[in-house]
């Protein structure tokens, strides 16, 4: 240990594997760090503070110039931490700017007592803020462990303090508030190149002060190879958000923002009042490059419905399709429609319209509402709720779901469509993929049961006159026999068809859409809800839905998002149908 004296400020050089302080050539400020009752303002004796177990450390920094002569000291009450923390009393305290990008000091002690003597001295003109938190690092913290509470201290009325040069502001209190609050989520990154030894990405916490994002010291998580670890921080009420960013300068990757956002500024918030826990905070890093990736998602099937509406539809749209959310024949054909017409599938309870779907339509305003399916699907009383958001509702049904089809289509489609997509009714996975591409290019989605055309689906052919049909999926789903009968209704007929539901996905995207598409929507294929509301939307913005199995992504999909290199992802439902480690994988992808 190095020791020198300097107008009673003890300077301690030391050397310890669990503190981590940046390199610098000049030492720039003395930070005073001492547990137990002191007079505000005074400096400890050295046997005291050693004696206490307190550590008086130099701060050494890149960012601020030398020579500095303000300072600021006082005490801080650190009681919040001792009772959210009873079993770990290790701390660390920050100076740093008042934005926080910089981090002027870090210092990691135990707590001795409720109360901690702090002094920064040799500082410029400027304005500082100065942190306090707790990691479960068993010792001393650093910059690196992983944070288990954090907050900035509070001075009278705010958290920052502005020093003029050579101020001194001594005696100074704060209390570290109640930890009521907590965030959790997860940190993930995909794509990294391998054999990194050092961290690469972290996730920070950004606290809101009026207008502006203030980025907190430490971090709540880190990684430095392509994998999803969690996080959980206890906190004070508040507003914040959390960041997904790069660590190491020579390793760049393209950071991110809660909910997807390419900025702080436009992050999403992060609301905590006492006593909450808000889950599922989730985000992550990926090379430089790669397409950004949105969520649309709600707490429910109606609440996801609703958000892909009203995050694609403008009020004034020319129709807004109803159908129930808990099944999918009457939809696969409506999506198709709702698509080439600009207007969304809004999925409802067979009995009664959810609160949420009544306000997206009061919000659309649309010229006429399309109910899909028989009262057995969606009951009158919902009909008679419809009336209320349109000057025209009206109903399109059959006797069964390959007469809704070709009804859905004889009420949308002239003669003459480019195309005809041809889908099994019984499965699901084919006609969502396919809904998209007919939205698109401006063609149905005909529903047959797998071994033969009903006589309404054939009496539609009959009318359309397509110039081409499209059978989806393998004759597993389709047979042959119907492709060979769907020859009578076009000149040319094709099937697009993979070894799964995902090959299928991706060939009918392949076969549909060039690249450079403007975004695409990622769908779990396993579950139609999600799916049913994003074919409309994407069919709208000439976009494919690609499907995933939910935890993990395909080769074909993998394949299918390179040659895509689409302008951004939008992926439909929440981390339970499509996990946040996929939706990274997604965005790996497209570099």
């Keep these: ?218 971090l709540a998580a880190d990684l430095f190879h392509d994998d999803i670890v969690p996080y959980s921080v206890a906190l004070p009420p508040g507003e914040y958000t959390v960041g997904y960013e790069g660590l190491d300068p020579m390793a760049p990757v393209a950071e991110e923002w809660w909910e997807g956002a390419t900025t702080v500024e436009s992050a999403a918030l992060v609301k905590v009042v006492a006593g909450q826990h808000r889950e599922g ?59 080439a017409l600009g207007g969304p599938v809004l999925l409802t309870d067979g009995e009664s319209l959810p609160t949420v779907i009544a306000d997206e339509l009061a919000r659309l305003t649309p010229a006429k509402i399309v109910v899909l399916g028989s009262e057995a699907s969606v009951g009158a009383g919902v009909v008679t709720s419809l009336t209320r958001y349109a000057t025209t509702v009206e109903r399109t049904a059959g006797d069964d779901r390959f007469e809704t089809s070709a009804a859905v289509s004889a009420a949308s489609f002239s003669p003459g469509v480019p195309v005809a997509y041809l889908a099994n009714g019984w499965k699901f996975p084919d006609a969502l993929s396919g809904a998209a591409a007919a939205g698109t290019l401006g063609g149905p989605v005909l529903l047959t049961d797998g071994s033969s055309l009903s006589s309404s689906v054939s009496a539609e052919l009959t009318r359309l006159k397509p110039a081409k049909i499209v059978v989806l999926g393998s004759a597993a789903s389709v047979s042959d026999s119907v492709l060979s009968t769907a020859r009578a209704y076009a000149a040319r007929v094709d099937r697009l068809a993979g070894a799964d539901r995902f090959a299928t996905s991706a060939a009918v995207s ?49 394949d299918e998002l390179a040659r895509l290199k689409p302008g951004k992802i939008i992926v439909l439902g929440s981390d339970a149908s499509v996990t946040d480690f996929v939706r990274l994988f997604a965005r790996a992808a497209t570099r």
């Design 1 to 218: 240990m190095l020791r020198s004296r300097n107008q009673g400020v003890v300077l301690s050089l030391f050397t310890r594997a669990h503190i981590r302080i940046r390199r610098s050539t000049a030492v720039i400020a003395a930070v005073l760090l001492v547990a137990g009752a002191m007079t505000a303002g005074s400096v400890a004796a050295p046997d005291r503070a050693e004696a206490v177990g307190s550590t008086l450390m130099p701060a050494r920094t890149d960012d601020l110039p030398p020579g500095g002569t303000a300072r600021i000291s006082g005490n801080m009450d650190v009681t919040a931490l001792l009772a959210a923390h009873p079993g770990n009393r290790s701390y660390t305290a920050w100076l740093t700017s008042e934005d926080g990008q910089k981090v002027y000091s870090v210092l990691g002690d135990a707590i001795f007592s409720k109360s901690i003597h702090f002094g920064y001295a040799g500082l410029p003109a400027g304005t500082y803020r100065v942190a306090v938190g707790t990691s479960g690092f068993d010792g001393q913290n650093t910059e690196k462990s992983p944070l288990t509470s954090v907050q900035f201290l509070r001075f009278g009325s705010g958290s920052s303090i502005t020093l003029a040069d050579g101020e001194q502001q001594v005696g100074l209190t704060a209390t570290a508030r109640s930890l009521d609050s907590r965030i959790s989520g997860t940190l993930g990154a995909s794509g990294l190149a391998p054999g990194a030894t050092s961290d690469v990405a972290g996730a920070r916490l950004y606290e809101r002060d009026g207008a502006e994002w203030v980025r907190l010291p430490g």
């Design 281 to 339: 905070v989730a985000g992550g890093v990926v090379p430089v490059g790669a397409a950004p990736a949105t969520r649309l998602a709600g707490d429910d099937r109606f609440q996801t419905s609703a958000a892909v509406s009203a995050a694609t539809f403008a009020p004034g749209v020319p129709v807004a399709y109803v159908t129930n959310g808990w099944k999918f024949p009457d939809a696969l054909s409506g999506a198709a429609a709702a698509g």
């Design 510 to 558: 392949a076969a549909t859409f060039a690249p450079g598409v403007p975004v695409v929507y990622l769908a779990n294929g396993w579950k139609f809800p999600d799916a049913l509301s994003g074919a409309p939307a994407a069919g709208s913005v000439g976009a494919p839905v690609l499907l995933t199995s939910g935890d993990t992504m395909s080769q074909d999909i993998t």
